[in-house]
């Protein structure tokens, strides 16, 4: 493994920041090794500053989604703290779909956005609940969009396949059975679910307004890797991006206290979600 | 090192009293079926950290069989084969189903301690890890609430500063009055 200098440190931190907006901590040295080394070796770097410079040069940016998979940490699982879906199904889904009815006759726009889906984890939660829940599918207009900034992530998503250790967490057994197949040794999401969703890479820290407004936006877990700046100018574009009577699910152990004054926290049962003032 | 729970799987019972006395004597707990048949019982009815089986028996339950029986109960059972060298081949293809090693007869018994402790081992990883996630979960939930509770109350406490400000500077009512109406709206 390559050894990092003390020297490299801010340049390779700045560096990821300014591709990413994941800010790591120079005292987490061994984060940028274990993560990075491999990358640099296979791409002849002796340093991690030279990697920096390879990357920056290169015009076909390889590299640097090579650094972004890497770097990213995308620990994820089916319906992660249960709560949030709950949410969704008793009460969110429910209050959209009145709310939407209420003004077309034809078929219901709904938009929902997993804003950082990882490996997809996420979005096909929130699509098996809606699949559940609107029996009548068809009348409906249902957009369900994950992005990611991870190549890696956005390919395993828009696959739908997972290994045994990934299907185990999180996945009711009735789940399991209904919308997965067995494919050799791994789970692979069956087309009516599949069919629902859609993936694309996106960089949070970029402009998204070009996506429309949402109903639903769940942007859980990724805000923690940036700094407060940073979270600030995200959370302002989802609001943004979020319809005026739309919803925000945001990961469970997060705030938007001194974050975005633009949300209030309404309380449904066990959890939390935000709409605009 | 840890003790394991050792469950043997053998046709000929002179290598099943060899095996059983000095795993016992390392101190792991160890049962014995003297066919795949015994052996799918005692697997349904116990866990076991290592299941210890021969590749060839006779009767429709081989080690292979024993070897499915086992993951397919706990996927967390490691199986160890013992076989002879003629079938080293089964072997690499059991592997491939899921055993965790395969050992030739006649066995060495420093080469079984080693795979042992090296299945112990990982098992107590595992473990380690399996604790830690548990306790990250306890700690995660806990932290959730808290912080739950601290946004709305922050929310709440923010919408009374609001209202106070108003009444402020609301200029057609004395300074009497404003102090009157926030004492009442912040005890409210
Ligand atoms: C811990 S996962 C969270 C996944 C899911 N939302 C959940 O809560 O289970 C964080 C994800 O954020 C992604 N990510 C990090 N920085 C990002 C950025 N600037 N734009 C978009 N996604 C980003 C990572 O690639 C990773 O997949």
Known sequence: MIKIAPAELKIIAQYIHAISGIYLDQ?????????????????????????????????????????????????TLFFRDKGPFELLQHKILPEVIDA?????????PIK????????????????????????????????LLGTDISDSAVTQASYGKYNKFEIERGLDRKFLQKYFSLVGDSWKIKDEIRAMVRFKKLNLMLPFSALGKFDIIFCRNVAIYFT?????????KLADSLADDGYLVIGSTESLTGVCPRFVPKRHLRSIFYQKK | MLNLSILVVDDDPVIRRLLEQRLKKANHSV?????GYVAEKLLEQNTYNVVL????????????????????????????????????????????????DYLE?????????????????MQSILESARDLQEAFTATENQAASTIQNLE??????????????????????????????????ITR
């Open chain 1, 112 to 143: 929902i956005w997993s804003a950082a889906s990882s490996t997809g984890q996420e979005l096909y939660s929130i699509a098996i609940v809606a699949k559940e829940l609107l029996k009548n599918a068809s009348n409906y207009s249902l957009t």
């Open chain 2, 31 to 35: 049962h014995v079926a003297e066919d």
């Open chain 2, 152 to 185: 709305i109350q922050t929310a709440h406490l923010q919408e009374t500063l609001d209202t106070v400000e108003g009444l402020m500077r609301n200029e057609e009512i004395t300074d009497d009055e404003k102090v009157l109406q926030a004492i009442d709206i």
């Open chain 2, 53 to 100: 089986t021969d590749l060839m028996m006779p009767g429709e339950i081989g080690g292979i069989e024993v070897l499915e029986i086992a993951k397919e109960l706990n996927h967390q059972t490691e199986v160890v084969l013992i076989t002879a060298h003629s079938s080293i081949d089964t072997a690499v293809e059991a592997m491939k189903k899921g055993a965790n």
């Open chain 1, 27 to 75: 005292s987490k040295s061994y984060l940028f090794e274990t993560r990075l080394s491999s990358i640099a070796e296979a791409n002849g770097c002796k340093s991690y500053q030279e990697l920096c410079v390879k990357s920056k040069r290169d015009a076909t940016k390889k590299l640097e989604r090579q650094i972004v998979d890497a770097i990213s940490t995308n620990e």
């Open chain 2, 105 to 121: 007869k006649p066995i060495n018994f420093d080469e079984l301690f080693l795979r042992l402790e090296k299945i112990a081992n």
């Open chain 1, 100 to 108: 939407r009815s209420a003004k077309s006759s034809l078929r219901v």
């Open chain 1, 228 to 236: 407060l700046e940073d979270r600030k100018k995200l959370f302002n």
